[in-house]
């Protein structure tokens, strides 16, 4: 994705530099201009943009720059947190089991590996994922395979194959769907929870203080690990009451969920200072 004359780029409170263009998502649109003072000075405020996904960072980040604003994910932070098999590493142990592929292994090889079931997914986290993704045969599987490289988002990505981990239901699932989870999104700006909130809407759900609190301080290591300024990270609670992160990803990318965008970019703006050391190059668990 490279800058159109169309995005609209822009300075709030004199804290906070913006990129953004709306997307048509509901769940990933806000808009900030009705809700905060904002001026066109955006040279030395740390950046963010929100224009969806984007398909070359790198590039998308240069062009920011000739528009005056220094997005705070630099391209090798952002590739960290949006690739798994760059932020796994950094959490294994606290995240279900994975292997990657750069062709497609035979279904031996899955199985010796992991056994049945197991779940699939691309490297980088940009698509949605049915209830294919959960594999529970060889047959399956090849089904899967045929799935995932028809589908104009994931057939260009790194295959994913994690160990399945049952997960604390909060609902019946849907024909073709994952079935719903205690999965919560949570925030992170330069390692401080700015926005936490459920994961899946239309679910009523909730996490006592006490859940709060453990699946917080997982959240805290884990973006401490991964080391990137605006991250988010998904954390669930397996069937045995134990909290992991099932991904992480850049912040600028993902969608609110249950999170309060007005409440989110508050907190954001609260916590950022005009003295604040936000430099793109800081080693990751900083």
């Not at 004359?5 to 263009?21: H, P, Q, R, Y």
């Not at 066109?40 to 528009?67: K, W």
């Not at 599987?141 to 049952?166: C, G, K, N, Y």
């Not at 954001?268 to 936000?278: M, N, T």
Request: proline fraction near 7%; charged fraction near 20%.
């Amino acid at each position: 994705m490279g800058l159109k004359m169309a995005m609209d780029s822009f300075a709030i409170e004199g804290k906070l530099a913006m990129v953004s263009e709306p997307t048509d998502i509901p769940v990933y649109d806000f808009d900030l201009r009705r809700f905060f003072a904002c001026s066109s000075r955006t040279a030395g405020l740390p950046g963010v943009a929100r224009v969806g996904a984007i398909d070359n960072y790198a590039n998308f980040y240069q062009e920011c720059l000739e528009r005056d604003v220094q997005l705070v994910n630099s391209p090798e932070q952002q590739r960290r947190t949006s690739r798994l098999p760059e932020w796994y590493p950094l959490l294994e142990g606290k995240t279900p089991r994975s292997r990657w592929y750069s062709s497609f292994p035979p279904a031996g090889e899955v199985e010796a590996e992991f056994g049945w079931p197991v779940f699939l997914k691309g490297a980088r986290q940009t698509s949605r994922h049915g209830g294919q993704s959960i594999v529970h045969s060889p047959h399956a599987f090849a089904e899967s395979l045929a799935a995932f490289q028809a589908d104009p988002i994931l057939h260009w990505q790194e295959l994913v194959v994690r160990e399945f981990v049952p997960l604390r239901p909060i609902g019946q699932a849907i024909a073709g769907k994952l079935p719903p989870s205690f999965e919560f999104r949570t925030f992170w700006w330069f390692g401080t929870l700015v926005g936490a909130g459920t994961y899946w809407g239309g679910w009523d759900y909730r996490w006592s203080d006490a859940e709060k609190v453990a699946a917080l301080r997982l959240g805290a290591w884990a973006a401490k690990q991964v080391g990137t300024p605006f991250m988010v990270v998904d954390l669930a609670m397996t069937a045995t009451g134990e909290w992991i992160v099932i991904e992480c990803n850049d912040a600028m990318e993902s969608g609110y969920a249950g999170v309060s965008p007005l409440g989110l970019w508050q907190s954001v703006l609260d916590a950022s200072r005009p003295d604040q050391h936000w430099s793109q190059h800081a080693p990751h668990g900083a």
